[in-house]
Structure formats: structure tokens, C-alpha cells
């Protein structure tokens, strides 16, 4: 390890300097930052910026890359790995070690650097606090920390960096609030500061940041209500308040942000309805994600003007009524995942006609509308989706499921279960070679359970317990290899149990055969 740590004569040399400055400094009465701007020679300048890279490098622990070997004196510190100075001069103007797997502190001489544009320093393991020295930076235009392991606050003066456009903190062990002096942030476009621990509520001075793009703060512990200033941010593109312990309504002035891209307001105790026009209000919206909270009311039928919306995550709300919106002018949608609502108008000629309008979204990749009240027979124009993804368990589906099942050849889900189906299982599911995982159970099934499952080869779920099929069960089952589970418990099914079953070696999680019409000895292989 010692040769990725400074020598120790070196470390007595840097400290030395540092205090023979600083003695200098104080005798003039200033501070260090505005010493080395306005009273130090380009010579003294130059041996500034060396001193604080040098106490930065004293502070690695560990360099998994060695990029501290080119830090030394052996050429100018303008060419050392990750250092950018200026073309007119020979000051630093940009660090950049991003995902060098760095172990070590922060420097608090690197506040002394005051030339300093772009700190990027994400994706590394700096400990410690944010260095409240960082406020001196007053030409810092980038600061990059996130996916580290600082910890302590957020210091209050980086509101001095007046300059700061972009602050990313993320992924990080912060703690305490949002510092309300970064209302005084009037550059700053991008604010990340989510996956932390910080506390309190969101400081309404935020609100001040007109030129605010992306605000991000998902994942901590905020609390209380989201302000009615953010509706000022008026060129905002992305909000982001996710998994945090805030509460009541989304405020009117937020729907008003014409600009807005991304609205990401998942795991809240918010609640209220959805505004009518919001798809008109909201022209540009490519992420709507309430997901987990108390909303109820309709489904805006509105976002059909939403040209450019591609995922819907409102899961485990109280939304209700019929979902009237025409996904067929949505070119990039991708998403609707809205499962465990109260959608369904009770009408059947109402229940499931927006499934045919999502055929022409041709980027679709999930449908989960499970644990609803969505009634009504499947189109068979289900079998022009494009979808990987297609739950609609728990509703009150009836009819039988129709053959064109079998076209949708991407999908790697498909849970019908717990609704009210009939008929057999059609022949055509075995066309579904990438399918994962099927469950059909808890329906009114009946007939026989097709040779053709056996054509699913990635299947590693396989649920068909609680209806009415009879017959025996096909020995083409052992074709499965990669099942894990697989539910036949409350049929019809006779004869004896197919050895090959016993044959799937990967059948590890459940087998469960009970209470059907089985007969026979049970096979040796199932030794194995």
C-alpha cells in the first residue's frame, strides 16, 4: 500500500509550505482565497494551485488505478491524470476523476483553488464531509460527488458559488436539510440530490432558482408539504421528490410548468385528483409517476395530448372509472403500470377497449393493470401488441382467452389470473418461446392443459391451480428445463403423474399436484 501513499519527507514539505503561506496571508490580513486572486504573483499562483493538489493527493488512501503515480514533480502539475488548467495561464481550471476508485478525503485546499470550474469527482469512496471550503469557489461552475460515502451536511456556502450550474450530491450518506441559501443559486440548472438521508422540508427559496432545469431529491427524508413556489421554476424539465414522507396535495402552480418533462412524486402520503386538462397543461410530459400514494379520481383522459408520454407508473392509488385514454397517437409510450386502483366503469363495453388502442405503439414494453375492477371480454386485437410485459389478474375478465395470444412472441409475462375466465388454454401459447412466467389460475378453465406448453422453454413459472382442467398431465411438461415452480392444484386432472416432471432438475421452489383426480405410484425419478 505504500506506494499509493504520499512520502513522508513530501508530506512535511507540503505542510510546511502550506504554513509558511498561510503565516504570510494572515500578516497581511487577508483571507487565503482573496490573497492568492489579488496579491500573488503567476509564479506564487502557480505554487499555490501545487500545494493544494499535493494536500489533495496526501488525503488518497487508496488508488486502485495509481493515477496519483503522475502527481509528481517530475513535469508540471498542468499534466498530471485528471487536471485541466487554463490556456492564458497555468492555474487549475478543472478536476476530473470520476470512477477512478479513489479512497480517501476530501481536501479542504482544494478551496483554495480559485480558478476552479469543474470538480467531478463521482463514482468513487470519499468519506468524510463536504469541506465548507468548497464556498471560496467562486468560479465553480460543475460540482460532481455523487456515489460516494460523504456524510455530514450539506454546507451552507456553497451558496457562494454564485457561478454553480450544475450541484450533484447523490448517493451519499447527507444528512440534515436542504440548505435554504441555495435559493441564491440564480445559474444553477441541475439540483441532484437524491438516495441520501437529509431531513426537514423543502426550503420554498428553492423556488427562486429560475433557471432550475432538473431537481431531484428522491429518496431522503423530507417531510411536509411541496411548496407552491416550485410552480416559479417555469423552465423546469424534470421533478423528482420520490420515496420521501411528504404529504398533501401536488400544488396547482406545479401543473402549470409547461416545460416539465418528468413529474416523479412516487411513495408519498400525497393525495387529491389529477387535473382534467392535464395532458393539455403538460404538453411535453414524458414521465408521469404517482405510483404509491392517495390519489383517486379518473385518469385524465387529456394525456392523449401528451404527444410525447411514455410511461404511466400510478400503482396502488385509488385512481377509478374507465381509463379513456387513446394511447394510439402515442408513438414512444412504453408503460402503463397502474395496478391495484379501482379502474373499471362496471360497463363491459367500456372495460378493456383502450388495450386495442395500444397496438400502435410499437416501443411498448409493460401493461399491469392487476388487482383492479377492469370487466370485460380480451379483444382479440391483444394479439397485435408489442408488449413484454402483460399482467391483468385480479379483475373481472370473462370470455375466453382468445388464440391470438399466441402473437405476442416478446412477451416474457403474462398473468391472467384471478379473474373469470373460460374455455381451454389455446394451443397457441405455445408460441410464446421467450414467455417466463404464466399464470392462469383462479379462473373457470377447463379442457386439457395443451401439448404444447411444452414448446416453453425459458419458463420458469408455471400456474394453472384453482380451475376446471381435466385430463392427464402432458409429459411434454419435462421440456421445461428451467422451471421452478410449477401450480396444478385444484383441477380435474387424472391418470397417473408423468415421470418426466420428475425429470426437471431445476424444479426447486414448488410442486403442487393436490387435489385433482391423480393416480397411480408416484415415479422413482422423483428421487432426483
Known amino acids: 500500500m505504500a506506494r499509493f501513499l504520499i512520502s513522508i519527507p513530501e508530506t512535511k514539505r507540503i505542510y510546511l509550505a502550506l504554513a509558511l503561506l498561510t503565516l504570510e496571508v494572515h500578516a497581511k490580513g487577508l483571507p487565503l482565497s482573496m490573497a492568492s486572486t489579488k496579491t500573488m504573483d503567476r509564479k506564487e499562483a502557480d505554487h499555490h494551485d501545487h500545494i493544494a493538489l499535493l494536500d489533495f493527493k496526501s488525503k488518497i488512501q487508496h488508488d486502485s488505478y495509481a493515477i496519483m503515480n503522475s502527481w509528481n514533480d517530475s513535469h508540471h502539475f498542468c499534466s498530471w491524470e485528471g487536471v485541466k488548467c487554463g490556456r492564458r495561464h497555468r492555474r487549475v481550471t478543472g478536476i476530473d476523476l470520476q470512477g477512478r476508485g479513489l479512497v480517501g478525503f476530501l481536501s479542504p485546499f482544494l478551496g483554495n483553488l480559485s480558478f476552479l470550474r469543474k470538480l467531478i469527482l463521482r463514482n468513487n469512496t470519499f468519506q468524510g464531509r463536504i469541506p465548507p471550503q468548497f464556498g471560496n469557489l467562486f468560479r465553480l461552475q460543475e460540482l460532481y460527488l455523487s456515489r460516494n460515502y460523504l456524510e455530514g451536511e450539506i454546507p451552507s456556502n456553497l451558496s457562494r458559488c454564485s457561478k454553480l450550474v450544475h450541484l450533484y450530491q447523490s448517493r451519499n450518506k447527507l444528512v440534515g436539510r436542504i440548505p435554504p441559501e441555495f435559493g441564491s443559486l440564480r445559474n444553477l440548472e441541475s439540483l441532484v ?123 396502488d392509488n385509488g385512481f377509478s372509472g374507465r381509463i379513456a385514454v387513446d394511447f394510439g397517437g402515442l408513438q414512444n409510450f412504453i408503460s402503463l403500470f397502474a395496478a391495484n386502483n379501482n379502474f373499471g366503469s362496471g360497463e363491459v363495453l367500456d372495460g378493456l377497449q ?121 409429459p411434454a411438461l419435462g421440456n421445461c428445463k428451467q422451471l421452478l415452480l410449477l401450480g396444478l392444484s385444484k383441477n380435474n386432472l387424472s391418470g397417473t403423474i408423468p415421470k418426466e416432471i420428475f425429470g426437471i432438475s431445476s424444479l426447486s421452489i414448488s410442486l403442487d399436484l393436490s387435489q385433482n383426480h391423480l393416480s397411480g405410484t408416484i415415479p422413482s425419478e422423483v428421487g432426483t
Open 193 to 315: 440530490i437524491q438516495n441520501n438521508s437529509l431531513t426537514g422540508a423543502i426550503p420554498p427559496s428553492i423556488g427562486n432558482l429560475t433557471s432550475l432545469s432538473l431537481i431531484s431529491a428522491a429518496a431522503n427524508y423530507l417531510e411536509g408539504n411541496i411548496p407552491e413556489a416550485l410552480g416559479q421554476l417555469k423552465t423546469l424539465i424534470g421533478l423528482g421528490f420520490g420515496d420521501n414522507r411528504l404529504n398533501g396535495n401536488i400544488p396547482v402552480s406545479v401543473y402549470n410548468l409547461s416545460q416539465l418533462e418528468i413529474l416523479s412524486l412516487p411513495s408519498y402520503q400525497l393525495h387529491g385528483t389529477l387535473p382534467s386538462a392535464l395532458g393539455l397543461m403538460l404538453p411535453k410530459l414524458e414521465y408521469l409517476q404517482l405510483n404509491d400514494n392517495q390519489f383517486w379520481g379518473v385518469l385524465p383522459a387529456s394525456l392523449s395530448n401528451a404527444s410525447e408520454l411514455g410511461r404511466i407508473d400510478i400503482g
Open 354 to 474: 383502450f388495450l386495442s388502442t395500444m397496438t400502435n405503439c410499437s416501443q411498448l414494453f409493460g401493461i399491469d393493470l392487476g388487482g383492479n375492477q377492469l370487466k370485460g371480454i380480451l379483444p382479440n386485437s391483444i394479439g397485435n401488441l408489442s408488449s413484454q410485459y402483460l399482467s391483468l389478474g385480479g379483475n373481472q375478465i370473462y370470455g375466453e382467452i382468445p388464440s391470438t395470444v399466441g402473437n405476442l412472441i416478446s412477451l416474457t409475462t403474462l398473468f391472467l389470473d384471478s379473474n373469470q375466465l373460460t374455455g381451454t388454454v389455446p394451443s397457441t401459447i405455445g408460441y410464446l418461446h421467450k414467455v417466463q412466467r404464466l399464470s392462469l389460475h383462479s379462473n373457470k378453465l377447463s379442457g386439457e392443459i395443451p401439448e404444447s406448453v411444452g414448446n416453453l422453454s425459458l419458463l420458469n413459472e408455471l400456474y394453472l391451480a384453482d380451475n376446471h382442467l381435466g385430463g392427464s398431465i402432458p
